[in-house]
């Protein structure tokens, strides 16, 4: 049984209820958009919300936020880790990327960033999330493995961070490890939990993509580890529009009541199209709204392809989208204005939010050709 853990006013792990969250789509520093979806996701039954901040404005919005509601806040640092102590205050959780420290203040070792942000979490009440992501992985520790293999660097720079954290003294912690991939995140979290199986785990398929299919590759991973008794918090990570960011907590509860009682998806007959569209989850770090559009204009367009074993990635924000779109044979990496395309990690051009799918239709055409 993993340990249990305070998050705000409910803990996880230690044999409680797994806990459903989600994460505002909105702007930070918008506080009357940002608080009134913050407070749609909890009525809708998420136990932990998070909210990203990757600026002082940011920081400054948070404040006002925590003010407008009771929820459980859980703050997403960006490659700042420093914002932390302007943030810490007004959150329960403080979640960060053992890849992002990798690149902000190289002349500090990553043990320095995580003592600080252990430091602030102790002083200000907060719990850690170690969010380990597939396509952020700390290059230093990714260079230790052949170019296609992604789950041994997810476990290690994992375990790595969790074995600094306890020899700290500092426990209070959960982990994750994300890949859009639903067999790689069973297999990184199964091979974590075999190592530390006392560490709390937050479960998700990240860059999930558009309902149905988001939910399909989702529930292949959730069932397989939540049966095995692997997963103590999840987020069903979907591209919605910010009116209907509530249907990820709403995927989440029905999941978690179908494997209760037995109703598993290997039980029925939903295939997964063998064309892999994976795109993000429309967060805060979106720098164009109509990235979500265009996911699901990709998605139509390409249904004639839909038996085809090709990877395509559309990714709405500088954090993920270039690794993903790097990973895929064909990529979407969408900026405030225009869209950049690439094939296999090289970049094709920049197009605009008009002219972008012409242009994919065209390379589509020729991976299938070829």
């Known amino acids: 049984m993993t340990r249990p853990i305070r998050i705000g006013d409910l803990s996880i792990g230690g044999g409680n209820p797994i806990v459903i969250q989600s994460m505002c ?93 252990v430091d602030i979490a102790v002083e200000h009440d907060c719990a850690l999330r170690v969010g380990v992501n597939a396509g952020s992985v700390d290059p230093e520790i990714r260079d230790q493995f052949p170019a296609k293999e992604c789950v041994s660097p997810m476990v290690e720079s994992a375990g790595l961070h969790s074995d600094f954290l306890e020899s700290i003294g500092f426990t209070r912690f959960c982990v994750s490890l994300k890949d859009s991939d639903p067999a790689n995140v069973i297999a990184a979290n199964r091979s974590f939990h075999s190592r530390h199986p006392e560490i709390p785990l937050h479960l998700g398929v990240t860059e999930a993509g558009i309902p149905p299919g988001g939910i399909i590759k989702t529930r292949i991973a959730f069932e397989a580890l939540i049966t095995e008794g692997i997963g103590d918090t999840l987020r069903v990570s979907l591209t919605l529009p910010n009116e209907r960011k509530h249907e990820e907590v709403e995927a989440g509860e029905q999941m978690l009541r179908d494997i209760s009682c037995g109703r598993l998806l290997r039980d029925t007959d939903q295939p997964l199209d063998k064309l892999n569209i994976i795109s993000c989850p429309s967060c805060s770090r979106v720098e164009n709204g109509a990235f979500v559009e265009l996911a699901e204009e990709v998605r139509s367009l390409t249904r004639y392809a839909r ?54 239709k065209k390379e589509l055409d020729k991976l299938i050709s070829n």
């Open 25 to 117: 789509a909105t702007h930070t520093w918008d506080v009357e958009t940002t608080s009134r979806q913050v407070n749609q996701l909890a009525s809708a039954g998420a136990g932990i919300i998070r909210i990203a901040a990757d600026s002082n404005k940011d920081a400054e919005g948070l404040a006002e936020i925590r003010a407008n509601t009771e929820a459980n806040l859980s703050v997403d640092l960006q490659e700042n880790y420093r914002l932390a102590k302007a943030v810490a205050p007004f959150v329960d959780k403080i979640r960060y990327n053992p890849g992002h420290l990798y690149h902000h203040e190289r002349n500090r070792s990553w043990k320095e960033k995580v003592r600080f942000l």
């Open 307 to 360: 038996d085809e074993e090709i990877t395509i990635a559309v990714m709405g924000c500088r954090v993920n989208g270039p690794g993903e779109t790097d990973d895929a044979d064909l990529g979407l990496w969408c900026g405030p204005r225009h869209v950049n395309l690439k094939r296999g990690g090289e970049k094709l051009g920049t197009y605009g939010y008009d002219e972008i799918l012409s242009r994919l």
